[in-house]
């Protein structure tokens, strides 16, 4: 038969199911009055999917429950699927609280389905993934689990639901998010059920959030699902924003139906739109009439654009900050922030301060206020030098008295000392006095390899509401920036001396940019370095590091350009050096600043925060970096590199 | 037959295998020396345990398996059982890496034992916690998965490991910390273990990091196991400290013996102390000749002191801290946090900075500097009210330039935000100046209460490299002052004055210590309120809050003074808009700030950081608390209360 499915991508406001039932209700009310024979909401579409430790709060759970009966009461003359908390009272889970799964309901006329031969009437997710910014392990009872309880097979319990629509019986695949993922685990669930026989549709309800390259590998994976089984398969996401806490996370939604060759047959665009797509599907043919729909390539510049652009709009929202004071140094990183919140929050709304020190060239003053000028915003110039000299003088002035002694002494504020109480003045002193004072929130617009290395001053750079690039190596800031004015403003917003010029921060005579100047990261190998310390799901090692390095093989391994590495380091000792360095500050000063750093925008495949659990643990090399190092350093072998 | 047990009550060294082995191969010989038959180290002895996701890194898992190699050598002559990181580099985990146990080796004659019934020769933790601060399950597959994936029970394969001591045949039932908590799984394995027979002792190797009341509660579950099974038991426990980023936790050790009637017939003292303790027991008799061993009460004060002490030294030698600078006020909880860092790093090694504007009052500024006289700490007075003035003064005279119009306007500083500015001058500007230019780190003396609810100033008061009383509910500072003055010093170090005037941050003249006007904040009425919010296993929500007040059984769940609620909210009006205040700033401004607090030394059953896991969601109320509120705010219910 020919079956209307509503594919219900909606925006999920996690920790509210007030809210999401609401949409919910009209959702269904919409595909109702299209005559949809099935409506498929996401993953947890009542609650919502990071919460944190709120699956603690019975109230919030039994609130979860009521609103998802209130939904069920709402499927006469529909089937709805959807993600709720499933709770089972009577039960607990292995840290002794309610037991708690995350649940796929079915609903038909008012009734719950899917209880043939299964001891709930709902359906549970099977995997719950544990890696990365997932934590389904700490709050739901899987699958595998109650089958060990209950004495089963998980597979025995991985049956299809059986439903009738207009007389005609059909088998349903009801699974949840990673359950589509089963590559790395024992249990496949797709291949249980669709082993079952009698399967006429899969559908995956899930919540993933968006990171770079996500739904190519989605649509390789579930594009196999659905021809190895000869079964069409429909995967609703829902869109929003959802946190940790730490790490923030854009859900883009990109629903598709796949056919069952697999191939796409409906992908939901623009990603990140709440939308209810009606899709119709003759189940006889699986979909295999249908054309091909046009797929994106979402690792490309424009989604982390649009990531950043719709993160920066829904945080703002989340948080209930309508204004934002940004501090442009005339640098790249604090200019694609300033353009980034300009299109999302309006101009009008961003204030953009230029903070000199007797350090900061007319180079950079010129070019902050040129790119305030282009992105019309207001504009001030607030400069602290004389309150960087109050405090420096105060501190040298102010006796110290020794009790034992009765002594007084005096400190003094070193050259280094002098950098940070420039960057802490700007952060803690100016911008978060203007924001307060102009109504919001003021930014932190370090990047990724800064963050990696604690290349950054804390309460000082480091300090604001939000991140919003710092999950973009450096490489990736300048094309971000290249992409701002070319597609989105389509004019130079961002003056071209800004992309010229050296980066530096410009906070002592070292580090002049008009003599060229600047940071003491060289990018893009560093980013790439960092990169294998921190993205790598093997990450990399000194230790890896350096044997790469010793069999000539390391650009190609990081993937930068031939020749590179030789050029910023004649010597296995510069070389060295170097690697100890960040590795050193990647493990030290970066990761206590990490500690302390405000939450972080994700779009890679690995964002610091909650999705890169770390322990202040100090530097570890491993006896085979010692080795490498020693041969390396010896003269005989050191002959061979220089 | 007796045999001599070596309890290797050892520091283990997070992440650092290389020392972890330098110890371990030291109390080997030791006990060698001694003529121990079996030396029992802890859990995850050789990588530590809280490791954040170093685990993905292979050379470092490479460099645990060597040295646990070495470890295995070191067994001619005794048996050696350790834990370590056990892997199956031919297998992977659920996340598609390499395959990872939390296994328990068993070493003799530089061989391991434990492969008799079992796939691997080493035994590997059943039971994975995944609530509080514990990850295991993230980066460890367990006994149930391994047992599902070989198409077993896992009950079937846990069976004792047996070894040879001298030509008696010995069974030992190898379990890992969590294995003996089994309350709340469905696997039991000391019943599993015990029910193959022939057990002669049970070894329980644990790394479980110290809690207030945590000692008690073991003791109780331990005994009732060695009491059921009739089977001695060895509970070896790390010391140290190890810390996940934002969560610091003391290992206490308290290494114990159990006898097969459940008495606790030894228990390693003091706690938090590195210590090689040789046991002899009679298996034949299971250790009932034994006499009762003396068990100290860790819910007590003193375990809070010593954990505080014993957290600050190790955390500022793990992060090479010397020096440090505390700002004083003259309130109780600077007042605290100088006492103990004092004793923790010594007074030579403390600078204590009062930092008076012109709403200090001379009460206070006398009560710190008496304080610093007392400890004999280096002292200063930095007063910040110039340049307070100076940054007001600048925003509001700095013009602001609307491009679009060309109009200048000017931002206003109001009271509110001067109290900010003050609070960040001090910690942002000041003590990071003092502490830089000392050499050293500054401290977040803030409380448990004030972290709930955000009652402090990020980059202010909330600033600093370490909150050691962060998981201290304000009554509990206090009972600590008290007991450092009585117990510690002996003297009173702590100014009476201090314990007596009214909480205050002095930001205004509304805050005036010397006319009692102070903190919004209730003591402890708001304690046992943010306590119930926090701390409870199943955490209280406004609804539950709201109805327990309206059944008159608030008092008595929270655990507060009877009358102090009716004393403090005269109407329910009163008392829900407080609920609802504090509600408001635990979910939104007070989380916002903790994501950027400092690092917390954890002494409750539920420290904030990684063991509170939240998300930036806002508030939520449930259809039952507005309901509930809605019938207490009717004028016909408010007759009822007052």
């Known amino acids: 038969m020919e079956i209307k499915i509503a594919l219900g991508q909606m925006k999920i406001v996690p920790g509210r199911p007030d ?117 389904d392990e700490r709050h739901f009872y899987s699958l595998s689990k109650l089958a060990l309880e209950l004495g089963q097979k998980p597979e025995d319990m991985l049956t299809p639901v059986n439903i009738n629509l207009a007389g005609n019986n059909i088998g349903l695949g009801c699974i949840l998010c990673e359950d589509g993922w089963s590559e790395d685990y024992n249990t496949k669930p797709v291949e249980a059920i ?41 995967y609703v996401n829902n869109v929003g924003l959802q946190n940790n806490g730490k790490t923030v996370y854009g859900f883009d939604g990109s629903s598709t139906v796949y056919n069952k060759n697999g191939d796409v047959v ?48 829904n945080f703002t929202q989340t948080l209930g900050i309508n204004k934002v004071v940004i501090g442009i140094s005339g640098g790249i990183d604090s200019a694609v922030s300033a353009a980034l919140y300009a299109r999302a929050i309006g101009p009008e709304n961003l204030l953009l301060v230029n903070m000199p020190s007797i350090y900061n060239s007319q180079t950079t003053r010129n070019l902050a206020k040129q790119l305030a000028e282009n992105l019309g915003c207001l504009y001030t110039v607030v400069p602290i030098q004389k309150s960087v000299e109050h405090t420096i ?89 290249r992409y701002i004015n070319k597609e989105v403003y389509q004019r130079e917003v961002i003056p071209e001396g800004i992309l010229n010029i050296v980066p530096s921060a410009e906070l002592s005579f070292d580090q002049s940019v008009d003599q060229g100047k600047g940071d003491p990261i060289s990018y893009p190998y560093h980013d790439y370095l960092f990169r294998s310390f921190v993205q790598w799901w093997n990450r990399a090692t000194p230790e890896d ?52 750093a405000p939450p972080i925008l994700a779009v890679s495949r690995r964002a610091f925060g909650f999705d890169h659990r770390e322990a202040q643990n100090g ?7 010692l080795e490498t190092k020693e041969t390396l350093l010896t003269p005989l072998s050191r002959g061979r590199f220089c």
Request: hydrophobic content about 40%.
């Open 393 to 481: 003088k105060q501190v040298e002035s102010t006796p110290v008295l020794n009790p034992s002694t009765g002594e007084q002494s005096y400190l003094k504020i070193s050259p280094f000392i002098t950098e940070n109480i420039q960057a802490r003045d700007r952060s803690a002193r100016v911008l978060s006095a203007l924001a307060a004072a102009f109504g919001g929130g003021f930014t932190c617009n370090a990047n990724k390899a800064e963050t990696t290395v604690g290349y950054s001053t804390l309460y000082g750079d480091l300090a604001g509401f939000l991140a919003a690039l710092a999950d973009l190596w450096k490489h990736q800031v300048y094309e971000l920036a």
């Open 545 to 596: 590091i350096l044997i790469w390095y010793s069999e000539g093989v390391l650009e190609e391994k990081l993937g930068c350009r031939p020749g590179i590495i030789k050029e910023l380091f004649p010597t296995p000792a510069d070389f060295i050096s170097d690697l100890e360095r960040w590795w050193r500050l990647y493990n030290g000063m970066g990761l206590a600043k990490r500690i302390q």
């Open 19 to 135: 809210l999401n039932f609401n949409i919910m209700k009209q959702m269904i009310q919409n595909a109702k009055s299209k005559n949809a024979h099935i409506i498929v909401f996401p993953e947890m579409a009542i609650p919502g999917y990071l919460l944190g430790d709120t699956w603690e709060q019975q109230s919030f759970l039994r609130d979860c429950e009521e609103y998802g009966r209130l939904i069920i009461e709402a499927s006469e003359d529909i089937v709805i699927l959807f993600g709720n908390v499933g709770i089972d009272w009577n039960k607990t889970g292995d840290d002794g609280r309610v037991r708690k799964y995350n649940a796929f309901f079915i609903a038909q006329n008012g009734r719950q389905l899917g209880d043939e031969n299964f001891p709930y009437p709902f359906r549970i997710k099977t995997l719950l993934p544990n890696y990365r910014e997932f934590d």
């Open 194 to 234: 669709s082993a079952k026989g009698s399967v006429d549709l899969f559908v995956n309800i899930s919540s993933s959030p968006f990171t770079l390259g996500k739904n190519n590998k989605r649509n390789r994976v579930f594009s196999k699902q659905a021809r190895e089984t000869e079964i069409p398969l429909v």
């Open 619 to 625: 530097v570890y090399y491993t006896k085979k970096y």
């Open 266 to 313: 409906f992908y939901s665009s623009p990603p990140f739109a709440q939308g209810l797509d009606i899709f119709t599907l003759d189940l006889s043919k699986g979909g295999s009439n249908l054309p091909k729909a046009n797929v994106p390539d979402d690792s490309d510049i424009s989604y982390i654009y649009q990531a950043l652009n719709y993160g920066i709009q």
